[in-house]
Nanobody
Framework: QVQLVESGGGLVQPGGSLRLSCAAS????????MGWYRQAPGKERELVAD???????NYADSIKDRFAISRDNGKNTVYLQMNSLKPDDTAVYYC???????????????WGQGTQVTVSS
């Protein structure tokens, strides 16, 4: 029904930058909240940042002032600009979207496949 396609991950040195993108497609009436989560080896998945339909944002304290989340509702796309990357940012980053389909007013969570971000010298 809904697909989330992520891009932008890669290998960068500490202090570098990456921009992640996630585009949703399929049977979509409205996307409420969109967010980025990450999971490092041996750790549980955690929220990095999320953003509501109207643009209100929430950030994890560990990345505050370094990352910025944004969205384009016309493209059903969410972005994560990551600056001043640290080795501790190394993880698989996942996109999540709360989607209302054309035939329902209920929201359902959808996840992307994940994109690897590795920060290493």
């Amino acid at each position: 029904q809904v697909q989330l396609v992520e891009s932008g991950g890669g290998l960068v040195q500490p202090g570098g930058s990456l921009r992640l993108s996630c585009a949703a497609s399929g049977s979509i009436s409205r996307i409420n909240r969109m967010g980025w989560y990450r999971q490092a080896p041996g750790k549980e998945r955690e929220l990095v940042a999320d953003i509501g339909f109207g643009g209100r944002t929430n950030y994890a304290d560990s990345i505050k002032d370094r990352f910025a989340i944004s969205r384009d509702n016309g493209k059903n796309t969410v972005y994560l600009q990551m600056n001043s990357l640290k080795p501790d940012d190394t993880a698989v980053y996942y996109c999540k979207a709360e989607v209302a389909h054309t035939s329902t007013s209920q929201y359902y969570d959808y996840w992307g496949q994940g994109t690897q971000v590795t920060v290493s010298s």
